[in-house]
């Protein structure tokens, strides 16, 4: 059975940082032959994309909000995808979820439904 399981986040003061890290386990999960996205939700709000690594080429891909804050990135040997968020705001505070997907980072961040999700880590972010 396949599990993704983030962990990293907290409560940071606004201007500060977090790493979060999703980890993969499972026989055949690889998350370099997936797609991999973080998304966030936030009190009241829906479900919004945040970024997402492609596929065996780790392609990069950001929401408007986190671009230049925020950045994605994979390790094969430890199958972790890692979100490293930078100049954190309080709008940033949410609950953020690990997402693996098949097919491609474009198809992810326009809502397609993937076929994996992590628990989710709550990040808030103070004034």
């Known amino acids: 059975q396949v599990q993704l399981v983030e962990s990293g986040g907290g409560l940071v003061q606004a201007g500060g940082s977090l790493r979060l890290s999703c980890a993969a386990s499972?026989?055949?999960?690889?998350?370099?032959?997936?797609?991999m996205g973080w998304f966030r939700q936030a009190p009241g709000k829906e479900r919004e994309f945040v970024a997402a690594?492609?596929?065996?080429?780790?392609?990069?891909i950001y929401a408007d909000s986190v671009k230049a804050r925020f950045t994605v990135s994979r390790d094969n040997a430890k199958n972790t995808v890692y979100l490293q968020m930078n100049d954190l705001k309080p709008d940033d505070t949410a609950v953020y979820y690990c997402?693996?997907?098949?097919?491609?980072?474009?198809?992810?961040?326009?809502?397609?439904?993937?076929?994996?999700w992590g628990q989710g880590t709550q990040v808030t972010v103070s004034a």
């Open positions: 499972g026989r055949t999960f690889q998350t370099y032959s997936y797609t």
């Open positions: 997402a693996g997907y098949a097919g491609t980072a474009r198809e992810l961040s326009e809502g397609v439904e993937p076929g994996y």
């Open positions: 690594i492609t596929r065996y080429y780790s392609t990069t």
